[in-house]
């Protein structure tokens, strides 16, 4: 059974940049057969995907915040992370990893709260 | 962007009745080369992340009960839940992943 766990600090100032890790156990991010995906959920609000990272680190990105985005792995460690540059606090979100197969997000972290706040 | 759009916003619905939720996509999410819709649909409860229920439009995750069901194709598709029980209480969100971006409809509060 794949687990993935979200972990970082969960008070950001704005202006500084979100930084959050994703551990996965039961599977390997080095796999050619996942995408490894950051979605949220702002307080009260439906689901917007981030991006992904997949096979050799390839990385695609919401259009909507690629310019502040970015994706990376440590395979050694069995972990993707995220950083999320100039934060606001319209950035205030439940953060979530999790693991796309086939066409549908199959494994979810459990998400932490992030809050974008002086 | 793919947008999608579910319907309705809320639904109440007795315990034992059926419920029914539409997504509409605003543009196929029907792939030619594999005859595969690209429509996933999830569950999600206070505090906890959503829960893959049905992918590929129609396919049942491994584990979900089969009173829950899923149909459609193309750009029109229909969650179904066929006797509702207490534990179904939640959100509903219905997800394309035909291409990046990845979208999401807004939701529908499934209530009793």
């Known amino acids: 059974q794949v687990q993935l766990q979200e972990s970082g600090p969960g008070l950001v100032k704005p202006s500084h940049t979100l930084s959050l890790t994703c551990t996965v156990s039961?599977?390997?991010?080095?796999?050619?057969?996942?995408?490894w995906s950051w979605y949220r959920q702002l307080p009260g609000k439906g689901l917007e995907w981030i991006g992904y990272?997949?096979?050799?680190?390839?990385?695609n990105f919401n259009p909507s915040l690629r310019s502040r985005v970015s994706i990376s792995e440590d395979t050694s460690r069995n972990q993707f992370s995220l950083n999320l540059r100039s934060v606001t606090t319209a950035d205030t979100a439940v953060y979530y990893c999790?693991?796309?197969?086939?066409?549908?997000?199959?494994?979810w972290g459990q998400g932490t709260l992030v809050t974008v706040s002086s | 962007d793919i947008v999608v759009t579910q319907s309705p916003d809320s639904l109440a619905v007795s315990l034992g009745e059926r419920a029914t939720i539409n997504c509409k996509s605003s543009?196929?999410?029907?792939?030619?080369?594999?005859?595969?819709?690209?429509l996933a649909w999830y569950q999600q409860k206070p505090g906890q992340p959503p829960k893959l229920l049905i992918y590929w439009a129609s396919t049942r995750q491994s584990g979900v009960p089969d009173r829950f069901s899923g149909s459609g194709s193309g750009t029109e598709f229909t969650l179904t839940i066929s006797s509702l029980q207490a534990e179904d209480v939640a959100v509903y969100y219905c997800q394309q992943y035909y291409n990046a971006p990845i979208t999401f409809g807004q939701g529908t509060r499934l209530e009793i």
């Open positions: 990272i997949y096979y050799r680190g390839s990385t």
């Open positions: 543009q196929s999410v029907l792939f030619d080369s594999n005859n595969k819709n690209y």
């Open positions: 999790a693991r796309d197969h086939e066409g549908a997000t199959d494994f």
């Open positions: 039961g599977g390997s991010i080095s796999s050619d057969r996942y995408y």
